[in-house]
């Protein structure tokens, strides 16, 4: 493992302001908008992870774990702080990006696999073996919208999962299909953790990110907690979890 | 605390602007000044009197003359010789001032009885043409309003250059919202997600279509049929003195139908992706772009129904025609720009897609799809709506090179091209400023 380091989060600030949704009327007046509440979701957050390593991410709900992930996949840029991926690529694990009922899944995972930044020749190549692992056979070519929800899971998981990038953000994805297929997605998780890639997960799921995890990184309410050795950190969150 | 600490960033912040960049800023506000002055003095400034030029347009040619203003003033019943006048059709008499493909005023063939009586060899126009010439003389009304667009031109080129120069000027700002940042990350998206526009423009064109009986035909019978009723309803029904009038009205619907699905889409394009742009960062132009080109195939596939209508109903084609290509290279470049603009609105806004609705069905009466906006209109507000209003430009403009082979409105078509590049940009620098919050709203 090689101990360059591939994502430096510091000092991150991300605002939530409370403006979602006005109508006409309320933005004429003015003032509601500037009094608007800023909420901040996540404050002041730095870390740092080496390639290859896989770094946990534990919270309460709403503290801000999701929000962080995002800006790191740069869906946003945090208000304050910066984040450095030192040119790698990042994608967020994520169901069924610009999936388009009417279309094929065939046409489905062009399009998303072009959205998560690979080249449209680049997805071609890879198409089989999506097909393959999302198990769908004959369906891939019926629209989308005749698909289970169970098929639907599984054939967003394969995108994300085979047109991988040098970055991971993984948020709570892991539970999809059936008991055979959540094997699959499992095992095909470990392997591409224990290959060379780095991965940030966001999970509640304790047994989970002691099984993969280097360190943790705990959050609460968007202030920072711990960061350090997975057992360490996560007994600590245990206790304060407890009622 | 944090408060503190965010008051203290922004005083930070104002005191490093003011050391670097308050020359420049300075500088703006006597622009500002200077485009308010300019205005004013263009509105106010006594312009004299305008030679009118009249051309009348036959089926044996066009014979043009020129009066100057004085011959105006003191201007009664007058004839025209024009030999074997009384043995042709006469399309149009259209009046022009010193812009020569800028029209002012016409009469129509179909009224010509009202202002002139035809004999053997002239034409004599009557004093009620007098009247009209007088009017079109004296009002410098067109002129003010396309030399105040020109100077608004002016005015936000140069607000740009010198936001492009306080950039330069100091480099390690990290606000990156300066034109010279955002003009060349905007080119570079537009080359890395070009295929992807074009793919999920295609997948969308399929989608629509994908579960239905007729499939792709509809492309081309949805034009179709709506040509048909436009033949049956203003051509049969409500008989019109404008000549091939379903030609007519329909080429400037196809027109309409682009930028008004544009315009529509634009105010709920975030919404309606939400699922891509809560997952992942793309660019928004780049789902705008998209389904312009969506709406760009469709409006093909209606050319594609215009073209035996220009055959069947006779209309000589020439080679002024090419001069639609401007006219629709406006259309495409406007819709984008008003549409990122709305675009940014539209995610904050929720009901600003009702409003929009209403504003567009508006323009589109105003526009002159249905009828000539220089005949329809009274004198001032003709010319009036032909430069404050682009859309029924490019309509007037496409409509005249299609039908009547003519280039006109030259400057108008060139100010607004630059108009609409710079209402794009603005756009494109609104919405790279303010995209950070979008998935925070939707």
């Known amino acids: 493992m090689s101990n360059n380091v591939a994502l430096d989060v510091k000092h991150v600030s991300i605002d939530y302001k409370d403006i979602s949704h006005m109508s006409l009327a309320k933005s004429f007046r003015k003032g509601e908008i500037k009094k608007s509440n800023i909420v901040r979701a996540v404050n002041d957050i730095s870390f740092s992870v080496n390639q290859g390593e896989i770094l946990g991410i534990v919270g309460r709900n709403g503290s801000g774990k999701t929000t962080l992930l995002r800006s790191v996949a740069g869906i946003f840029q945090p208000d304050e702080g910066t984040i450095d991926t030192y040119g790698n690529r990042v994608s967020l694990m994520a169901i069924g990006i610009g999936f388009n009922g009417n279309n094929t899944g065939r046409e489905n995972i062009l399009k998303s696999g072009m959205l998560l930044g690979c080249k449209l020749d680049y997805v071609k190549e890879h198409m089989d073996e999506i097909i393959e692992f999302s198990e769908l056979g004959d369906f891939i070519d019926r629209p989308v919208r005749t698909y289970s929800s169970g098929m639907y899971s599984k054939l967003s998981f394969a995108v994300t999962a085979i047109l991988d990038t040098d970055i991971m953000l993984v948020d709570e994805v892991l539970s999809v299909g059936d008991e055979r297929f959540r094997k699959k997605s499992f095992k095909k998780m470990e392997e591409l953790m224990l290959s060379d890639r780095t991965v940030l997960i966001v999970s509640h799921a304790t047994d989970t990110l002691k099984k993969f995890c280097d360190k943790i990184l705990w959050i609460n309410d968007g202030q920072f907690m711990r960061l350090g050795d997975t057992e360490e950190v996560l007994a600590e969150y245990d206790k304060f979890m407890q009622l | ?442």
């Open chain 2, 1 to 442: 605390m944090i408060f503190l600490r965010i008051m203290k960033k922004r005083k930070g912040l104002k005191m490093k602007n003011k050391g670097q960049t308050g020359i420049l800023n300075a500088l703006k506000y006597l622009l500002l000044l200077g485009f308010v002055i300019g205005i004013i003095v263009i509105l106010l400034f006594p312009f004299s009197n305008q030679p009118i030029s009249m051309v009348i347009d036959t089926s044996a040619g066009t014979k043009e003359i020129t009066y100057s203003s004085e011959e105006i003033q003191n201007m009664h019943e007058f004839s025209i010789e024009i030999p074997n006048i009384e043995n042709e059709t006469i399309n149009e008499i259209r009046l022009y001032r010193k812009l020569n493909s800028v029209c002012v005023d016409k009469l129509q063939a179909g009224n010509l009885f009202l202002y002139a009586t035809l004999e053997k060899d002239k034409i004599i126009f009557n004093d009620e043409t007098c009247e009209i010439f007088r009017q079109n003389s004296k009002s410098f009304f067109m002129e003010r309003l396309i030399l105040s667009e020109v100077l608004l031109i002016v005015f936000l080129f140069i607000w740009i250059l010198l936001n492009a120069l306080s950039e330069k000027i100091d480099p390690d700002n990290r606000n990156n919202h300066g034109p010279i940042y955002e003009i060349k990350k905007f080119i570079s998206e537009i080359k890395n997600y070009g295929v992807y526009m074009v793919f999920a423009a295609n997948t969308d064109l399929k989608a629509e279509v994908a579960n239905s009986y007729l499939n792709r035909l509809w492309w081309l019978l949805e034009p179709f049929f709506n040509m048909l009723v436009y033949v049956i309803v203003f051509g049969r029904v409500m008989g019109n003195s404008i000549e091939n009038y379903a030609t007519y009205v329909f080429s400037a619907l196809l027109m309409w139908t682009f930028f008004n699905k544009t315009i529509n889409y634009s105010v709920k394009c975030v919404r309606n992706n939400r699922d891509i742009v809560t997952k992942v960062y793309v660019p928004k132009h780049v789902l705008l772009i998209s389904n312009m080109i969506l709406n760009f195939f469709k409006l093909l596939f209606s050319l594609i129904v215009l073209i035996p209508m220009l055959i069947i109903f006779k209309v000589h084609i020439g080679i002024g025609i090419l001069w639609i290509i401007p006219a629709y290279l406006l259309m495409i470049i406007l819709s984008f720009g008003a549409g990122m603009i709305f675009l940014h609105f539209g995610v904050y806004i929720d009901d600003l897609s009702y409003a929009v609705g209403i504003l567009l069905q508006m323009l589109m009466f105003l526009s002159g799809i249905f009828y000539d906006v220089i005949i329809s209109l009274p004198t001032p507000l003709n010319t009036m709506m032909l430069c404050v209003n682009p859309v029924a430009m490019f309509i007037d403009t496409m409509r005249n090179a299609l039908l009547n082979n003519l280039v006109t409105n030259v400057p108008l078509i060139v100010i607004w091209l630059i108009l609409s590049v710079l209402v794009s940009y603005i756009g494109i620098h609104i919405v790279y400023k303010n995209e950070n919050g979008y998935v925070k709203v939707v």
